[in-house]
């Protein structure tokens, strides 16, 4: 079974200066995928950015970039130019590319963002 | 394009009862996956339906069970409801196939049982 950890439970980053949350994940798959998930106060689970494993290449999307490291098995989500309204929870989420189109995720505990002003 | 629709939106139960939560996928999406959030346990997987099928099972009781209908529409019961089942319920749908890798989620349904 895969398992994903995010081992800082809370963090806060100053408005404009650049914050990076952890993820490692431990799976003996090879194809699958990653995601970084928000979920503000509104609970509603929006999704950030996803990875490829097969894609070297890091993704990118505006101030959210992932750093990718296939063989330690390690998934951390960069914000640039943080802003107020990237306050929220952060959850680094794995789906397995095998069982026939299934579509299961398996979460992190989570991380607790807070942006100060 | 609507998005993911969970209703309702708040829900109190007393223990020992049933729930019937309901979840409406976005336009052509067929698969539905539901999750089950708490402050202790995180985000656990209950199960996916796609074409009407249990597709896929999380490893909680068979008091959780959940269906789909011919429109994708989904709806997911709890049965002889305890107090730890308690949570944030969480619908997700999504395009199937390997190409289509993102899942949209609702804004979920919180379940106080008191």
């Known amino acids: 079974a895969q398992t994903v950890t995010q081992s800082q439970p809370e963090m806060s980053v100053q408005e404009a200066e650049t914050v990076t949350l952890s993820c490692t994940y431990d799976?003996?798959?090879?194809?699958?995928?990653l995601f970084w998930y928000k979920q503000p106060p509104s609970r509603q689970m929006i999704l950030v950015i996803r990875?490829?494993?097969?894609?070297?290449q890091n993704a990118t999307e505006n101030r959210f970039s992932v750093n990718f490291q296939k063989a330690a098995k390690s998934f951390s989500l960069k914000i640039s130019d943080s802003q107020l309204g990237d306050a929220a929870m952060y959850f680094c989420?794995?789906?397995?590319?095998?069982?026939?189109?299934?579509?299961?995720?398996?979460f992190g505990k989570g991380t607790k963002l807070s942006v100060i002003p | 394009k609507a998005g993911v629709t969970q209703t309702p939106r708040y829900l109190i139960k007393t223990r020992g009862q049933q729930v019937t939560l309901s979840c409406s996928p976005i336009s052509g999406h067929r698969s539905v996956s539901w999750y089950q959030q708490t402050p202790g346990q995180g985000l656990q997987f209950l199960f996916e339906y796609f074409s009407e099928t249990q597709r896929n099972k999380g490893n909680f009781p068979g008091r959780f069970s959940g269906r789909q209908f011919s429109n994708s529409r989904s709806e997911m019961n709890v049965s002889t409801l305890e107090l730890g089942d308690s949570a944030l319920y969480l619908c997700?749908?999504?395009?199937?196939?390997?190409?289509?890798?993102?899942?949209?989620f609702g804004q979920g349904t919180r379940l106080t049982v008191v």
């Open positions: 799976t003996s798959e090879s194809d699958y995928y």
């Open positions: 989420a794995y789906r397995s590319n095998s069982g026939a189109g299934s579509y299961q995720l398996t």
């Open positions: 990875q490829e494993a097969y894609k070297q």
């Open positions: 997700a749908s999504s395009l199937s196939g390997a190409v289509y890798i993102e899942a949209f």
